[in-house]
Structure formats: structure tokens, C-alpha cells
T-cell receptor
Framework: NAGVTQTPKFQVLKTGQSMTLQCAQDMNHEYMSWYRQDPGMGLRLIHYSVGAGITDQGEVPNGYNVSRSTTEDFPLRLLSAAPSQTSVYFC??????????FGSGTQLSVL | GQQLNQSPQSMFIQEGEDVSMNCTSSSIFNTWLWYKQDPGEGPVLLIALYKAGELTSNGRLTAQFGITRKDSFLNISASIPSDVGIYFCAGQPRGGSNYKLTFGKGTLLTVNP
């Protein structure tokens, strides 16, 4: 049972490049979400999904797109990376209660 | 949106000392959770609290759900070097979604052997 798996672990992009951060969970959780972590800012919610085919915006959605075609996968897309998107990104999932399970994170640098 | 005030922002202690940290809000929360993040890893759930006044322990960790439902406390007894990390409080506001948690900004704990 792997839990929440994120790839890649590290990524460096140039301004304007696009990329997709992958997230998969094997716990059959309906709820999945993406957070970014910046120094002194804590964890801020980017987008979330309450089930396949359903997504919604969180606190800081600008510059990011998501889709949820399956229960297991919830990729986060950066269409045109900007230096302000340099951050550590965490995917999380939960079942029927409030207990979030987090992946190990993706450290993204945009030059 | 809802905000949680977590304090202190950082702590530097000697091994063996006890640690206390807390989170407060201007709004009522239905659920409080405490997470720990080790360097280079994602947060891991330590304790979940569901009732006002509830006191729950997990080894050397004890957390309490405040009576007013607007605060929560985490205590670590007899700290050891592996307690180093960032501790986050998180909560589900009253009337909020079961899944959308609000997070504090974290307490960075350093333990000197």
C-alpha cells in the first residue's frame, strides 16, 4: 500500500515552460487536493476534487489547472511557469473523514 | 477565508525539555488536527480531535481541543532529537466542508542534543 505518490521529486523549469506534477493514491479516497508550501506561509490550497470528474478552486488557483478523470489520479498542470510558482507542492487525499494523507512533495524551481 | 494563528513560529530547546504550542482562531472549529513534517517529506498526521475539551495522547504527544472550540494545544514531553521538524495545526471550520482544512503556518522545532 503506497499511499499518496508524487512525481517528480525535484524539477527545474524556465519561465514560460509547461509541466505536469503527477499525483496518485491507492487508498480509494474520493477527496484529493494540491497544496503549495512557501516559507512563512504554511500550506495553501490550490485546487481540490471531491470525486472523479469534479474539481474546484482553492485559495491560490491562478496559474494552475487540474483534472480528475479517475479516482486514483489528480495531476496538477502549470501551463506557463512563472518564478512566483517556485515552491514545494504537496498532493493529499482523504476518505470519509478530515484526515488528510500527504505525498512526499515536489520541489519546483522556476528560473 | 478562515485563518489559524499558530504560535510560536519557532522553538529551540534542549533534549529532554517539554514543548508546548498552540493554535487559535476567531471562528469555531469542528475538528482539530496536528501534523508533523520532517525535512524533505510531507506532513504526517499525529493526532485528531473531534470534541470540545477532548484530550488525546499519542506516545509523548498530547493534544487538546479547546473548550471554546476556537483553539487547540499540542504538548511534547521529554523531547528527543527526532522530534525536530515543523508542526502544523489544521482545522475544519464549523459549516465548512469535511475535506477543506485550514492550516496554521507551522511551528519549527529544533532540539539540541
Amino acid at each position: 500500500n503506497a499511499g499518496v505518490t508524487q512525481t517528480p521529486k525535484f524539477q527545474v523549469l524556465k519561465t514560460g515552460q509547461s509541466m505536469t506534477l503527477q499525483c496518485a493514491q491507492d487508498m480509494n479516497h474520493e477527496y484529493m487536493s494540491w497544496y503549495r508550501q512557501d516559507p512563512g506561509m504554511g500550506l495553501r490550497l490550490i485546487h481540490y476534487s471531491v470525486g472523479a470528474g469534479i474539481t474546484d478552486q482553492g485559495e491560490v488557483p491562478n496559474g494552475y489547472n487540474v483534472s480528475r478523470s479517475t479516482t486514483e489520479d489528480f495531476p496538477l498542470r502549470l501551463l506557463s511557469a512563472a518564478p512566483s510558482q517556485t515552491s514545494v507542492y504537496f498532493c493529499a487525499s482523504s476518505g470519509t473523514d478530515e484526515k488528510l494523507f500527504f505525498g512526499s512533495g515536489t520541489q519546483l524551481s522556476v528560473l | 477565508g478562515q485563518q489559524l494563528n499558530q504560535s510560536p513560529q519557532s522553538m529551540f530547546i534542549q533534549e529532554g525539555e517539554d514543548v508546548s504550542m498552540n493554535c487559535t482562531s476567531s471562528s469555531i472549529f469542528n475538528t482539530w488536527l496536528w501534523y508533523k513534517q520532517d525535512p524533505g517529506e510531507g506532513p504526517v498526521l499525529l493526532i485528531a480531535l473531534y470534541k470540545a475539551g477532548e484530550l488525546t495522547s499519542n506516545g509523548r504527544l498530547t493534544a487538546q481541543f479547546g473548550i471554546t472550540r476556537k483553539d487547540s494545544f499540542l504538548n511534547i514531553s521529554a523531547s528527543i532529537p527526532s522530534d525536530v521538524g515543523i508542526y502544523f495545526c489544521a482545522g475544519q471550520p464549523r459549516g465548512g466542508s469535511n475535506y477543506k482544512l485550514t492550516f496554521g503556518k507551522g511551528t519549527l522545532l529544533t532540539v539540541n542534543p
